[in-house]
């Protein structure tokens, strides 16, 4: 099963500011990445997901995150944060089953 | 939309009871899935099962039992809680696909509590 590794536990930042948000994973095959979002009180969902071809994916609310393969990162981006980003979020892998491995989780808060 | 329903979003019990978490996905889906969220550890897979009456261990599968009697169905049993069970617990379900369409969409969870 694959290991993920979120690099921070709490980002503090103001509107308009960029955000990104570090993930490693562990297993060097065939993997499958996944950025997940939870707002305050509401499910968790899907924000993008890598399977395969452009490195770069770009997902919902102008999220997007870049596979390096070298480096086995998916950092999740954004340029220019509003305060309805604050939420937690989580990054996955996943390698030859159905199964997810999560990471810690990153909670972003926005200062308006 | 795909919609995953769980029986609760509150749940308080005492130590030592047996406690049911239901899960029903409105898809069709194959798989479902029960993780646990606690702070710092991210979800953590307990069980899952990829189809009627299969089930496999997750990565914390102890003091856990899962049901699959019909496809849209899963439910976690904690045969006898104890405090170090309280935690969000998240029900999950996706298809069998294997592929871009692969999602796993989650329900709104429950949250126990152990006294």
């Known amino acids: 099963a694959q290991s993920v590794s979120q690099h921070n536990h709490h980002v503090i930042l103001s509107e308009a500011a960029s955000l990104e948000l570090g993930c490693n994973y562990s297993?060097?095959?065939?993997?499958?990445l996944f950025w997940y979002v939870q707002y305050p009180g509401q499910h968790l969902q899907l924000l993008l997901k890598?399977?395969?071809?452009?490195?770069l994916v770009k997902g919902i609310k102008g999220f997007e995150a870049e596979f390096i393969k070298s480096k086995f990162s998916f950092n999740l981006r954004k340029p220019s944060v509003q305060w309805s980003d604050t939420a937690e979020y989580f990054c996955?892998?996943?390698?030859?089953?159905?199964?997810?491995?999560f990471g810690a989780g990153t909670t972003v808060t926005v200062r308006a | 939309d795909v919609k995953v329903t769980q029986s609760s979003r509150y749940l308080v019990k005492r130590t030592g009871e047996k406690v049911f978490l239901e899960c029903v996905q409105d898809m069709d889906h194959e798989n479902m899935f029960w993780y646990r969220q606690d702070p710092g550890l991210g979800l953590r897979l307990i069980y899952f099962?990829?189809?009627?009456?299969?089930?496999e261990k997750g990565d914390i599968p102890e003091g856990y039992s899962v049901s699959r009697e019909k496809k849209e169905r899963f439910s976690l049993i904690l045969e006898s809680a104890s405090t170090n069970q309280t935690s969000m617990y998240l029900c999950?379900?996706?298809?069998?696909?294997?592929?871009?369409?692969?999602?796993?969409?989650f329900g709104p969870g429950t949250r126990l509590t152990v006294l």
């Open positions: 890598y399977f395969s071809g452009d490195p």
């Open positions: 099962s990829y189809d009627v009456k299969m089930k």
């Open positions: 996955a892998a996943r390698s030859n089953d159905y199964k997810l491995s």
């Open positions: 999950a379900s996706t298809s069998l696909v294997w592929g871009p369409v692969d999602t796993q969409y």
């Open positions: 297993y060097g095959g065939t993997v499958n």
